[in-house]
């Protein structure tokens, strides 16, 4: 059974930083992208940021550009999101999934989420 754990969430002020990891256990990680969605309370599941299978290739959503930076390593089958400037709409439960590089669809199975709350 596939394993993800992802975790980094936590309560921050409005400006703050916080780093999320999302490790996955799928022996086939490294040949599929990688992809951070999050969802807000009363609102669908929505794309962040991806990464190609090499860490090459990255691709964000417009209100994010320039504050979130995501990375992954393969060795350790985990993907992360470095989220700089945080703001009150970042509010959300934050998940990863494997995707093909370019569509941005989840294949995967998803993890419990980890939650981050931005407010002061």
């Known amino acids: 059974q596939v394993q993800v754990v992802e975790s980094g969430g936590g309560l921050v002020q409005p400006g703050g930083s916080l780093r999320l990891s999302c490790a996955r256990s799928?022996?086939?990680?490294?040949?599929?992208?990688m992809a951070w969605f999050r969802q807000a309370p009363g609102k669908e599941r929505e794309f962040v940021a991806s990464?190609?299978?090499?860490?090459?290739?990255?691709k964000y959503v417009d209100s994010v550009k320039g504050r979130f930076t995501i990375s992954r390593d393969n060795a350790k089958n985990t993907v992360y999101l470095q989220m700089n400037n945080l703001k009150p709409e970042d509010t959300a439960v934050y998940y990863c999934?494997?995707?093909?590089?370019?569509?941005?669809?989840?294949?995967?199975?998803w993890g419990q989420g980890t939650q981050v709350t931005v407010s002061s």
């Open positions: 799928e022996r086939t990680f490294s040949l599929y992208g």
């Open positions: 990464i190609s299978t090499s860490g090459q290739n990255t």
């Open positions: 999934n494997m995707i093909n590089y370019g569509l941005d669809r989840p294949l995967g199975s």
